[in-house]
């Protein structure tokens, strides 16, 4: 999301808030529970040039939002209790899960303290390849790279672009436009430019991934607790709609089974890697069913409803984004109010741009990638 954006979204969770208007619609927009989306727990907030930071929350946010959820009423439960859930009608309390996606160190050191202090279940979703030590984080290869440099050059749609990276607000340009560009390109792709950026740079991304996931070692140890349940995040963690099927498919099966043999116990839940709609789509929520898991969540923003029980392999999710570490808008996404009014906006504008003459929409998407 643009900063523009983000400052738009900011200021209507706290109109919502302020006004009364998201507690007086609560009744009608909230569901049967929420499941709660982190990556990484830090206790220090990143300051300056850090476009990843909204991957972070600090623990003492997690504690905040863990005591705020219990103190609203709401059960917190594992992710292995949600299809039963779900399907429980006579039960009327709301539940909540808190899921967090692939297995930074930082999990066990930060974020595993605050749920055993509060006896909270949560999930892990751990991509094969990154426990190895050989994942891409190329989100954070590009970051660091850019940090680095001065003068960043590559080639979009074509073009030649060189960014000058000397002051923080270039910077953040320069991987804004880079990023979302990547995103829409295919996958592997997108990583040999970045890798190309990283080497120009001078910036060695090699010793990342081990430096920041945890090892099998580690992974191991942690679920010992019951506490704790380990999902699928694909073995390298690509978007599966970009690949074709049978590529799709092996990536989410066989990392359900490395993960079993590793942890020595059964997987039965998923995650999507970016979990968006260009990379998750109905392809891959029956490439999921097919293959008896429970759960999967998306990075839809939403709450859990009883039609969900239908859709298993697509549940929503609401992110704990380091940008919004508010307990004003965590009460706020707990009416379930901005993502009613988020999803209808959606609606709205994907069927405005669906009535438009063909010319005109693609010139709309060109602008939109760029
Ligand atoms: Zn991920």
Not at 95 to 123: E, M, Q, S, W
């Amino acid at each position: 999301m643009s900063e523009p954006s983000k400052f738009i979204f900011k200021s209507v969770l706290k109109a919502l808030h302020y006004s009364g208007l998201a507690k007086a619609m609560a009744p009608v927009a909230r569901g049967h529970g929420v499941i709660f989306m982190l990556h990484r727990v830090c206790p220090v907030e990143d300051a300056g040039f850090s476009p990843n930071r909204i991957l972070k929350v600090t623990p003492k946010f997690l504690e905040h939002v863990i005591t705020l959820v219990k103190r609203s009423g709401i059960d917190i439960i594992s992710l292995d209790d949600v299809p039963a859930r779900i399907k429980d009608k006579d039960n009327k309390r709301r539940f909540a899960c808190f899921t967090l996606d692939d297995g930074y160190r930082d999990n066990i050191d930060h974020a595993y303290p605050v749920f055993k202090k509060h006896n909270v279940p949560f999930t892990i979703y751990l991509p094969t390849a990154f426990a190895d030590g050989e994942g891409d984080l190329w989100w954070l290869v590009l970051q660091e790279s850019i940090l680095k440099a001065d003068r960043i050059q590559t080639t979009i749609d074509g073009a030649r672009r060189i960014f000058t990276t000397r002051t923080q607000k270039q910077k953040d340009t320069a991987f804004n436009d880079i990023y979302w560009w990547l995103r829409s390109q295919p996958e592997q792709e997108a990583r040999r430019i970045v890798s190309g950026i990283a080497k120009d740079a001078g910036y060695d991304a090699s010793p990342l991934c081990s430096d920041l996931v945890m090892t099998w070692d580690q992974a191991r140890a942690l679920a010992k607790d019951p506490l704790v349940t380990f999902g699928g995040h694909t073995c390298r963690h690509l978007a599966l709609a970009k690949l074709p099927a049978n590529e799709a498919r092996r990536e989410i099966a066989e990392s359900i089974v490395r993960l079993e043999r590793e942890l020595g116990r059964p997987c039965h839940h998923f995650s999507y890697p970016y979990g968006d709609a260009g990379s998750a789509g109905v392809r891959e929520f029956e490439f999921v069913t097919s293959l008896g898991l429970a759960t999967a969540v998306t990075t839809r923003k939403g709450h859990v409803y009883a039609h969900h029980q239908d859709h298993m392999s697509a549940l929503p999710r609401i992110s704990l984004n380091g940008d919004y570490q508010d307990l004003r808008y965590v009460s706020v996404f707990l009416t379930g109010v901005p993502f009613v009014l988020w999803n209808a906006l959606g609606r709205a504008r994907s069927l405005l741009v669906g009535l438009k003459p063909a010319k005109a929409q693609s010139v709309e998407n060109g602008k939109l990638a760029a």
